[in-house]
């Protein structure tokens, strides 16, 4: 069971048309560029936009024709959207409030909630005097307030401050985890759609171009847009920090050198991209200022008009991209023996907190 | 800039034609209440308040002041809320319209509700005949023609809020499973709020002043629709004094009008 929607929805003259399937308890990613349709799959989903064609189905029932009110759907905005006359606890208890659970009883669960989610946030508090990232967590645990059976989280990070975003991330994802229904991210990030999100829907110009596991997308994206934004080199791994202010990337098969914006503790767990453009292919050892110099053997090299992308099993692996004019030059093919190149300071960089707790490996392996 | 500024040097600044207008404005305002305080009769001032009615008047202009107000409130809001957000045709005409008392004259407002309420007019005929309710000449005439005048004033603020609130909140309220007379209950109208104070004081500060419409539809009856406003003309060529002190019994209800909304808007922010 979970979420099956198969539908065109149409705002002024822009068509949006869709097909989206997530079990219970996964997490797919709606992204896209800005206009591509996103908040228009969000309005149908939540039924502030009626369908033009097509039906919603959660756990097997139709709720296409029900009015918002009565849809089982739990939702975080773009800019959290708090009600500003009513406190954080009103906030949080609004969805069982408006629901009829008696006053006292939606008051409580608020209060536990926001407990779990926001626990630095005073409940009484007007949302005009939190920050981005605690009105976002208010808004998250809003979401969840009236144990909602789908869980729309609109891009939840795209206005909280960067040094707020690993501490809101790793929230998202343990609610999304822990969440038993279907959940839909939508994203502009891709970082965020690929580290949050068991599947990847990417929408352009109101169409689906591809869907699949992000592990699936990264290895063959098969649009440009795709290519660009979510055919990133991913790593996930422990931090050391060296002496001059860079730091080793300890990955499970391998390790590169990274440039963070600040000091960095000991073992801090890091997620970390770098986009393929950023990587140079070579014949022979290179000379320069780059600090990743990787041997490798390439495995793949996908032709896609006027570009390139090589997938090399580096460790850990890389893919790069290159023109096509490179590729017939330096006689690149799947076999031969390459050096790649890239610089730390293009790896950009996550630091997700210095706790025990071990990135979900199979979020991003998957 | 103007905070980190002492105010000396923001004056010096202020060119000094400025200063001499705003001086005139200032007086030429002032002029006419000082000139009330000069000339009121103080001495026989029991004499002249009892002599032009001024209890019966001051009852009713409180009385119907504040009825005309609730009722604005009661049609005007909701019917900014059309205006504002529901899809109908022709709003343009239909605003305007519903506007037009603030720019009519209020002696035109008058002639038109006799046509119109009057006992021989267009739906007074019918009122009267068919349920024996007659408007003219009684309290409820007063009620009606204040309200026609003030009823406008608080649909301009309703709706200049609710244009101002962003609709997505009232989208996000539907989202999260509230109906639409739940979210206008618990957000639309908190968010309203200074803008709800700010109609119904304008409201109430037109409908104490209101003369034009009263007296033409209503007539001038003491102790029935005569309000203060009503009782200062009568009172002002067979009892000067009288008027004068009417008069101020007027200023001192605006001002506290005045100071009432500063306080409310200033408590609501």
Known sequence: MGLHADFVARRDRFEVAVTLDVADGETLALLGPNGAGKSTVVDALTGTLELAEGTIELDGERIDLLPPEQRPVGICFQDDLLFP??????????PLRARRTEKSTARARAAELLE??????????????LSGGERQRVALARALAAEPRLLLLDEPFSNVDVSARPGLRALVREVALGFGGATVLIAHDPLDALTLAHYVTLLEEGRQTQTGTPEQIRAAPRSSYAADLVGVNLFTGVLEPLEDGAATLRTADGQITVAPEATVAHGSQAIASLKPIDVSLHMTEPEGSARNVLRG???EVAVDGDRARVRVDTRPPLTAEVTAGSVARMGLRAGDEVWASFKAVEVSLQIEGNDDEAPPAGTLGR | MGSSRSPDAVRSRTPLPLWLLAGVGAVFIALPLVGLLIRAPWTELGAALSGVGAASAFRLSIVVSLVATVLSMLLGVPLAWILARAPIPGRSVVRAIVVLPVVLPPVVGGIGLLAALGRGGVMGRWLYEGLGIQLTFTIWGAIAATTFVSMPLVVLATESGLRSIDQRYERAAAALGASPRYAIRRVVLPMLGPQLAAGA??????ALGEFGATIT?????????????????????????GAIFLSLILVVLSVGVLVAMRDRITQAR
């Not at chain 1, 006359?85 to 906030?91: F, V």
């Not at chain 1, 779990?116 to 005097?129: E, H, I, K, N, Q």
């Not at chain 2, 539809?217 to 003309?233: K, M, S, W």
């Open chain 1, 116 to 129: 779990r989610l926001a626990p630095d946030v005073d409940s009484s508090a007007m949302p005009g005097s």
């Open chain 1, 85 to 94: 006359r009513l406190s954080t606890l009103e906030n949080v208890a609004f």
């Open chain 2, 201 to 206: 004081v304008l409201a109430w500060a037109r």
């Open chain 2, 217 to 241: 539809f209503a007539g001038n009856l003491e102790g029935r629709t005569q309000t203060l406003p009503l009782a200062v003309y009568e009172a002002r060529l067979t009892d000067p004094g």
């Open chain 1, 297 to 299: 053997t390439i495995a």
